[in-house]
């Protein structure tokens, strides 16, 4: 799978195919953006690519060095991710021993760090020692959400990478050609904004059908019951993995509503399919008790690594904006 097959990323592509052409590489980059829009096999094509067998600037994903990487089993590849949820400091003085010698099969060292904003403190001041002075022939790729999740001073050190969001109708393309309906397959891309990962997870772990539960609640809770309130944290107290799925769901609810406020036409909402929900939740909402809630999920959502009650945040976000 050379570059070209990456798609839905043509800018970062792009950026670094012209990085590879002129040699003109970075010893640090950072990959930043939502989950499952494709960084990480961005970085690992990367990889591929400064240790192909057989092309330039390219990589054929058919040489040894290419399977290599692909296995992670290339001895100049090193790939690191957080241990039961964060990256530690073990992890990237072993990392740091390994790297000084000279690439053993290949052009370029290449250490991708997944995930790095669970980087603890420790770990990320390590790491930064390495980001200072690079050992030669290295290339070292952070993947994350959001720069502004990482040490400043860790970011400064890098080339920032951004990657976009991908378009709802490669999303839809791709759900359709492996058998979703289409009504399913717009919402899912709708409820996912842009990550095909969570569009994934959507389908797989059947949300759509909680979300109808989920709609009924918050719709009523905007109307001022509280056992409404109830029930949306219970929901989402069921099963701790969905808890992100209902965030998201609530983020675009609260979009959708904001839109619906400013007299957006229809078509541009997500959760299109249940108008007169909507229309219902708006009879109890201002522009800045919803601007309110938004905030908090924004904050809630972005201290979701950190593991703090979720069913806790979420009751408190309704109980102070009611
Ligand atoms: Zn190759």
């Known amino acids: 799978m050379p570059f070209d097959a990456i798609s839905g990323q043509q800018l970062p592509v792009r950026q670094l195919q012209t990085a590879l052409a002129s040699g003109h590489i970075a010893h640090a980059y950072l990959f930043?953006?939502?989950?499952?829009?494709?960084?990480?096999?961005?970085?690992?094509?990367?990889?591929?690519?400064?240790?192909?067998?057989?092309?330039?600037?390219d990589f054929c994903d058919d040489c040894l060095s290419c399977h290599k990487i692909e296995k992670r089993v290339h001895p100049d590849f090193f790939y690191i991710e957080p241990d039961k949820n964060v990256i530690r400091i073990e992890q990237v003085r072993d990392l740091q021993k390994k790297i000084i010698y000279k690439p053993m099969e290949g052009r370029r060292k290449v250490i991708i760090i997944d995930q790095a904003e669970k980087l603890n403190l420790h770990a990320a001041n390590c790491l930064l020692k390495t980001l200072e002075e690079p050992p030669d022939d290295t290339v070292i790729i952070l993947v994350a959400h959001a720069a502004m999740t990482l040490l400043p001073t860790i970011v400064s050190r890098c080339q920032r990478i951004r990657f976009a969001p991908l378009p709802a109708a490669a999303i839809i393309d791709f759900l359709l050609a492996r058998?979703?309906?289409?009504?399913?397959?717009?919402?899912?891309?709708?409820?996912?904004?842009?990550?095909?990962?969570?569009?994934?997870?959507?389908?797989?772990?059947?949300?759509?059908?909680?979300?109808?539960?989920?709609?009924?609640?918050?719709?009523?809770?905007?109307?001022?019951?509280?056992?409404?309130?109830?029930?949306?944290?219970?929901?989402?107290?069921?099963?701790?993995?969905?808890?992100p799925r209902v965030l998201e769901?609530?983020?675009?609810?609260?979009?959708?509503?904001?839109?619906?406020?400013?007299?957006?036409?229809?078509?541009?909402?997500?959760?299109?399919?249940?108008?007169?929900?909507?229309?219902?939740?708006?009879?109890?909402?201002?522009?800045?008790?919803?601007?309110?809630?938004?905030?908090?999920?924004?904050?809630?959502?972005?201290?979701?690594?950190?593991?703090?009650?979720?069913?806790?945040?979420?009751?408190?976000?309704?109980?102070?904006?009611?």
């Not at 930043?32 to 600037?57: F, H, M, Q, V």
């Open 179 to 243: 058998g979703a309906e289409p009504e399913e397959a717009r919402l899912a891309a709708a409820l996912a904004q842009g990550s095909l990962q969570r569009a994934l997870l959507l389908r797989e772990t059947d949300f759509l059908a909680k979300r109808e539960k989920l709609v009924q609640h918050v719709a009523g809770h905007a109307s001022g019951t509280s056992e409404s309130l109830f029930h949306l944290a219970k929901i989402a107290a069921e099963d701790p993995q969905e808890i």
């Open 32 to 57: 930043s953006g939502i989950e499952g829009i494709g960084k990480c096999s961005t970085a690992i094509s990367l990889a591929k690519a400064l240790n192909c067998g057989r092309r330039e600037a």
């Open 249 to 322: 769901f609530l983020q675009t609810w609260y979009r959708d509503l904001v839109l619906l406020l400013e007299g957006f036409p229809e078509k541009k909402l997500y959760n299109q399919d249940v108008l007169d929900k909507l229309h219902e939740a708006l009879k109890s909402e201002t522009r800045q008790s919803i601007v309110q809630k938004q905030k908090k999920l924004q904050w809630i959502y972005a201290h979701g690594a950190f593991n703090i009650n979720y069913t806790m945040a979420l009751e408190s976000m309704f109980m102070q904006t009611a």
